[in-house]
């Protein structure tokens, strides 16, 4: 079995790719080509992080992986290293650099405040407090939660649930792991395009004459949309 290189979270409104600090460059680097590709679609368009801990890495190789996830759609926004090399190379690109923090912290948005039965416990996810707006995408391979509206040209994929507490007018994409037990609930449901693992919906054109909270999900091959009082 081959070794697993490296490791990919969603957080907030991106993602967070820890790396292996001791293989092989090259190696982890094709890995993670590699795990991109296999998903196009679900890292498309991220802001990436990356994690390098306490590995030394040089100019070059930095700036090939940077060129590695341009060429595939994603922007380096951060890079978090202990390693003054790696800070260095850093600042030379003039990438954002943050010293070394728990990878586990960005994830947790709700701290379990007491033990729960293996029937209470839950999935993880990630919650964004305020309206995603035209040209921003959230990614997460569990599931996402906006409190606030998402608008036309923004984007969320992720693999679980989808849940809206405002107006969906943009571009969902639950499942995106080809979970078909995956739903999408909004309070004002009007998609741009609306997916389910493989499925998919548009909403139909012209103003709806009655606005209430629904889900859609996935029922004998389609997506349906069904009211929730």
């Not at 809206?164 to 969902?172: D, H, S």
Request: a negative charge; one cysteine or more; hydrophobic letters at 40%.
């Amino acid at each position: 079995m081959q070794e697993e290189l490296i490791a990919i979270k969603g957080v907030n409104d991106g993602l967070l790719i820890s790396l292996s600090t001791t293989e092989n460059w090259q190696s982890v680097t094709d890995q993670l080509a590699a795990r991109i590709d296999e998903q196009a679609e679900f890292y498309a368009g991220a802001n990436i992080t990356v994690e390098l801990g306490e590995r030394p890495v040089p100019k070059y190789e930095l700036s090939s992986l940077r060129a590695l996830l341009e060429r595939r759609g994603l922007k380096l926004s951060l890079v978090r290293s202990e390693s003054d090399t790696t800070q260095k190379s850093a600042e030379s690109l003039e990438v954002p650099i943050e010293n070394h923090v728990d990878v586990a912290a960005p994830q947790q948005t709700v701290r379990e405040t007491a033990p729960v039965t293996s029937e209470e416990r839950g999935t993880h996810g990630v919650l964004f407090r305020r309206t995603l707006r035209s040209g921003r995408t959230i990614h997460n391979d569990g599931h996402v939660i906006v409190f606030g509206d998402v608008n036309p040209g923004a984007k969320v994929i992720a693999g679980g649930d989808i849940v809206v507490w405002g107006k969906l007018r943009g571009y969902v994409h639950a499942g995106a792991n080809g979970n078909e037990s995956a739903i999408v609930c909004a309070l004002e449901m009007s998609p741009s395009q609306l997916r389910i693992a493989d499925f998919v919906v548009r909403s139909p054109a012209g103003k709806r004459k009655k606005i209430m909270p629904e889900v859609a999900l996935v029922r004998d091959n389609q997506i349906i949309v069904e009211a929730r009082d």
